[in-house]
């Protein structure tokens, strides 16, 4: 046990230098080297305001170049020093919007006036490197193709180990949280990658324990590393859908003294690994930007938590802001909020999903299971309950959190359902 703990701190530690090192490395890039391709992005962001619907009058569909745009900003201010480097200054002001500032920037040679420290801001690194080549919108199109390539790469993983109803799961998860509108936004972006790539050798290592500790600390420290708070969540909670639902495979083969108890301590050990390093990793940021800059960086912090956490719309009381935060998130879902037509959609297949379980559901159902999967589900409605300022205003993409959540869902009736029966009556069909 000390030789594992000390091999995860090492690991912690070896990490946190590497993103450090990698954001001076992008440092290193010259802004001359990048001007041209800077210039086209901030020509492109210029062209719509910082948020718009891609499909009028459908939530689900707004797209965010607001964060993108002050990630461009900072990218671009990078300077060679760990002061620039840990406070991410960027030229601001409060009469324009974010995409004239980083066109000002650029532009005219406005200095940084204000600064981003609380989050790692590590896809700069990205940023500044693919801008030796390209300009923000053949980004989006290279981050489109990347996820299209990992989410080939993860279906083709999960068909070949004889996953189907993580498969099944998967797709209608992406389904529900309107996937294809992902690659249109930065900051959009970052968790997708991660959790498919995360998921992908979780698939082919759900049977090493420690080693997938390890990958889950590096899937949270990589997660805070290049994410703006958007959704998070997934690079946790969908590859552990697939470690539990592929060690549940094996329970009917298990003496009957099979300790339940076991299940509960390892989700917890697998996520707690992802808790250190997702939450150890921003602790750091902090730590180490008030040693360097001699800062008090606290009152600065809980100012920004404190607005996450609470607000004040429509004279709601804390209750009823909870309720609404996670009712619009819900209410974003594929096909819920695309119109009349979506809801009437939605309405049916829920329906539908009730009625299968009810009619056809088996006789060997694990209760324990369908507990676990419950309790997965709830994380991101329990997220949204918390941080309920941030997932009311925004929540045109923290509804994406909800993938888990569909995820569940689908294991929990695949549980409940007995496949036989529906197999029989498909049959009988056929031959009426």
Known sequence: MIKRILIIVSIFVVSLAIQILLLFSSALISNSTIVNNYKESADFLCERQVFFELNEGINASKIDRYADSILLNIAWNLDKDIESILLDSYYYTDYQNENDNLHDTVYNGKEANTQYMRY?????????????????????????????????????????????????SLATGLICVGVWYVPLSLEYTWTFIVMMITTIIVVHLHENDFLLMIEFLLAGMITNYLDFLTTET???????????????????????????????????????????????????????????????????????????????????????????????????????????????????????????????????????????????????????????????????????????????????????????????????????
């Open 234 to 432: 997934i690079t946790l909670l969908v590859p552990l859908l697939i470690v539990i639902s592929t060690s549940f495979k094996n329970i009917s083969k298990k003496s009957s003294g099979y300790d339940k108890k076991a299940d509960y301590k390892w989700i917890f050990a697998l996520s707690v690994s992802w808790a250190i390093g997702y939450i150890g990793n921003w602790i750091m940021k902090w730590v180490i930007t008030a040693v360097v800059t001699g800062e008090n960086v606290i009152p600065l912090i809980s100012g920004h938590i404190e607005e996450r956490l609470n607000g004040e719309i429509n004279n709601m009381n804390i209750v009823q802001y909870m309720i609404q935060a996670v009712g619009r998130n819900i209410s974003c879902l594929f096909p819920l909020g695309y119109g009349t037509i979506g809801f009437i959609c939605a309405i049916v297949l829920i329906l539908g999903y009730l009625y299968v379980c009810y009619v056809y559901h088996g006789s060997n159902i694990s209760s324990h299971s369908i507990i676990i999967y419950l309790l997965i589900a709830l994380v991101p409605i329990v997220r949204y309950m918390i941080l309920h300022n941030h997932a009311y205003l925004h929540c045109f993409f923290t509804y994406r959190a909800l993938l888990p959540t569909i995820m569940a869902l689908c294991f929990i009736a695949a549980e409940i359902i007995d496949g036989r029966y529906i197999g029989n009556a498909i049959l009988h069909r056929r031959k009426s």
């Open 120 to 168: 790692w801001h590590g896809s700069i690194i990205f940023v500044r490197a693919m801008h030796l080549m390209f300009d923000l919108k053949q980004i989006y199109i290279i981050n489109a193709i990347l996820l299209i390539i990992l989410t080939v790469i993860l279906f083709v993983s999960l068909i070949r180990n004889d996953m189907k109803i993580e498969t099944v």
